[in-house]
């Protein structure tokens, strides 16, 4: 089966960097997304790696290993509004959006 | 601003008793689709259309059903709400379906079923 695994929950303090892992079994690797959602809100798109290395995008940053079946996001100068669910989405070999659950990210000042 | 909108943002419904959610796009893509995500899940991908071509996840209950119109508009009717459908619906569109095609989505509704 496909499988996206995500830590449940982290916490992070204003000001200070956390990194949320991903990893992923999927039949096929057609990209990986980073998605930011607020609570009772959509998720909007953050980043998108499809080549292995860093993307660096402002305060966010998303790393992938295709031979790993690994990425993080990597987000600095953390600000309240930070606080938020991440989810990690992988496009298999059908080009269909395979999502994890998501690492609710809590921002203490 | 180009965008996805969607109609009603919270909806109440009685047990077995028919709702239509609605979505619509000014972005002009191909591509809608339907998501249902509960608390603290993944969203969980019900249908979605590639132009007119309806593709149906194996999984998405009869209960579900989907319209799409014209390009600009999909609908999602729940044919008997149960109280397991209360959750986020979420539309989302993307350009095409290939690999680096964005998913945008639409701000979800509420589903409430008593």
């Known amino acids: 089966g496909q499988n996206i695994d995500q830590p449940t929950e982290m916490t992070a303090t204003e000001g200070a960097i956390v990194q949320i892992n991903c990893t992923y079994q999927?039949?096929?690797?057609?990209?990986l997304f980073w998605y930011q959602q607020h609570a009772g809100e959509a998720p909007t798109f953050l980043s998108y790696n499809v080549l292995d290395g860093l993307e660096e995008k402002g305060r966010f940053s998303s790393f992938l290993s295709r031979s790993k079946g690994y990425s993080y996001l990597l987000l600095k100068e953390l600000q309240m509004k930070d606080s938020a669910s991440y989810l990690c989405a992988v496009k298999d070999s059908n080009y269909q959006l395979i999502w994890g659950a998501g690492t609710k990210l809590i921002i203490k000042p | 601003d180009a965008m996805v909108i969607q109609n009603p943002r919270y909806q109440v419904t009685q047990f077995g008793k028919p709702v239509t959610l609605s979505c619509s796009q000014t972005l002009n893509h191909n591509v809608m689709y339907w998501y249902q995500q509960k608390s603290s899940q993944a969203p969980k991908l019900l249908f979605h259309?590639?132009?007119?071509?309806?593709?149906n996840e194996a999984d998405t209950p009869d209960n579900f059903q989907s319209r799409r119109p014209n390009t600009s508009f999909c609908f999602l009717d729940i044919r008997s709400p149960g109280l397991g459908d209360a959750a986020m619906y979420l539309c989302?569109?993307?350009?095409?379906?290939?690999?680096?095609?964005?998913?945008?989505f639409g701000p979800g509704t509420r589903l409430l079923v008593l």
């Open positions: 999927t039949s096929g690797f057609n990209g």
């Open positions: 989302a569109t993307s350009r095409d379906a290939g690999g680096g095609e964005t998913q945008y």
């Open positions: 259309y590639y132009d007119k071509d309806f593709n």
